[in-house]
C-alpha cells in the first residue's frame, strides 16, 4: 500500500490515474496536481472516486513542487508532465525524500534534443538519498524496454538485432492531429533521425529511411526510422546489440501536412516578434490542433508496438517478435482517452505498482530494463495491454 503523486493532467495522466484507482489494494491514497486543478478535478469526476485528492502546482517551480511533496508525502511520484520538467520534479523528489517515475526523458526547451545524460547524472544523488528513480516506463520508451530484457533473459544469449515498430492503424477523422502533445510530438519527429550500427552512432536526415512493414491485424505500412530515447539506454544494457533502430508509421496525409507546417516556419521553437509579443510558432500551433485528449471519442482502429529481435541461442540463430495491439475504441470505452495516451499510462501505472510492491526497487536512477520483467509483463496481460510472441518469423529488417 502507498500513496502515489501523479503530477499533469493530460490523456497519458488521465489514463494512469483510471488505472490506478483500479488498484486500492496497491494505491491506497492518490492525488493529481497540475497547473491548472480544473483538469485535474475534472479527471476525479469522470474516474467517479471523489477520495482523489488535486492540487495547483507549477512543475517548473522546484519551491513549489517541494511545498506540495512536503505537505503531501508521496512514495512516489508519477512525473506525467511535459519532458522540460523532469529535472526539476527530479529535484523536489531529491529535496523532499520522496521516489521518482516518468515516461520521457529529459529535453531542453530551446533545442529538440533527447538524451539520457541529464538524468543519469542524479544517479549518485538518488543513490546516497536511498530513493528510487525509474526512467521512461510508458510503452516506448518503457514497454519495449521490458521486452527487450524478457527476450535477453528467457530466449537469447546474445541479442544481435534489435527493431522496435510502433504503428498506429487509427483513424480520427481529422485533417491533421497529433496524438500526444503536438509540441512535443513535432519536435520528436522533425529532428534528425539516428540509429546505433557497430559501436556508433549513424545520423540520418529526418524522414530519409522508410520501408513497408508488415503489423499483425493490421497489414503493411510505411515505416520511418526515427531516432528514440530507449535506444540509448538499451545499447549501453545489452552490450551485445550490433544494431538497434526505431520505426514509427506515417501516413501520407499526415506527412503533407508536417511538410507545410516545417516549410511556413510553424514547427520553429525560437521565438519570434508578433506585434510586440514574443510567441513560439510551434506553441501557437499547438493551441490551435485538436487536443489529443479529445480524439478518443470517434477514434476507429489500433495501434501496433512490439521489438523485432534477432540474436543467437545455444549457438543458434532465432528470431523473435513481441507486441500488442491495442484497440482506440475500448481504450476510449475504459478511459475517455485513446490508445496512444492509454498505452503510455498503463505501463506507468504498472511502474509505479513494481515499485509500491517492492520489486522494482533499489536506490539510484534506473531505466525500465535494468529490472526484472517477468512481474511487469504479467501485469500488462491483465491491465489492458496483453503481448504476443512470435518466433522464428520473417521479421523484414
Not at 505500412?221 to 538499451?234: A, G, I, M, T, V
Request: charged residues 20%; aromatic residues 12%; glycine residues 8%.
Amino acid at each position: 500500500m502507498g500513496k502515489v503523486l501523479i503530477i499533469g493532467a493530460g490523456g497519458v495522466a488521465t489514463v494512469a490515474a483510471h488505472k490506478v484507482a483500479q488498484h486500492p489494494e496497491v494505491f491506497d491514497e492518490i492525488m493529481i496536481a497540475s497547473r491548472t486543478k480544473a483538469k485535474c478535478d475534472a479527471i476525479v469526476k469522470a474516474i467517479g472516486n471523489p477520495s482523489i485528492q488535486t492540487a495547483q502546482v507549477d512543475a517548473d517551480n522546484v519551491e513549489e513542487l517541494v511545498e506540495l511533496l512536503n505537505g503531501y508525502k508521496p512514495d512516489m511520484v508519477m512525473n506525467l508532465a511535459l519532458p522540460y520538467q523532469d529535472l526539476t520534479i527530479m529535484e523536489a523528489c531529491l529535496q523532499t525524500g520522496c521516489n521518482y517515475l516518468d515516461t520521457a526523458n529529459y529535453e531542453p526547451k530551446d533545442v529538440a534534443h533527447f538524451e539520457y545524460s541529464w538524468q543519469w547524472a542524479y544517479k549518485k544523488r538518488f543513490e546516497e538519498a536511498g530513493l528510487t528513480a525509474i526512467l521512461g516506463c510508458g510503452f516506448d520508451p518503457g514497454v519495449s524496454g521490458v521486452y527487450t530484457a524478457y527476450a535477453a533473459k528467457h530466449y537469447f544469449d546474445e541479442i544481435h538485432y534489435l527493431d522496435i515498430v510502433d504503428c498506429n492503424a487509427g483513424n480520427h477523422h481529422k485533417a491533421f492531429a497529433t496524438n500526444f502533445n503536438p509540441e512535443i510530438n513535432i519536435r520528436e519527429i522533425t529532428q534528425n533521425g539516428r540509429y546505433y550500427e557497430n559501436g556508433q552512432w549513424v545520423e540520418t536526415k529526418p524522414m530519409e529511411i522508410h520501408k513497408d512493414l508488415t503489423y499483425p491485424n493490421i497489414g503493411p505500412r510505411d515505416s520511418y526510422l526515427l531516432f528514440h530515447e530507449e535506444l540509448e539506454s538499451l545499447v549501453k544494457n545489452f552490450p551485445t546489440i550490433k544494431r538497434a533502430r526505431f520505426w514509427m508509421t506515417f501516413g501520407q496525409e499526415y506527412l503533407t501536412h508536417l511538410r507545410v507546417i516545417q516549410n511556413i516556419g510553424m514547427a520553429r521553437i525560437d521565438e519570434v516578434d508578433y506585434n510586440g509579443v514574443k510567441i513560439v510558432p510551434l506553441q501557437f500551433l499547438k493551441a490551435v490542433l485538436p487536443n489529443p485528449q479529445d480524439l478518443g471519442e470517434n477514434y476507429e482502429g489500433e495501434t501496433s508496438i512490439g521489438c523485432r529481435i534477432r540474436g543467437v541461442k545455444d549457438g543458434k540463430e532465432l528470431t523473435y517478435y513481441v507486441y500488442n495491439n491495442c484497440s482506440h475504441h475500448a481504450a476510449y470505452l475504459e478511459t475517455g482517452m485513446q490508445g496512444v495516451s492509454y498505452t503510455t499510462g498503463v505501463p506507468a501505472m504498472i511502474g509505479a505498482m513494481m515499485f509500491l510492491k517492492g520489486i522494482w526497487k533499489k536506490p539510484g536512477v534506473w531505466n525500465v530494463e535494468e529490472f526484472d520483467p517477468d512481474p511487469f509483463m504479467e501485469e500488462l496481460n491483465k491491465d489492458g495491454l496483453p503481448w504476443h510472441e512470435v518466433f522464428n518469423g520473417d521479421l523484414e529488417l
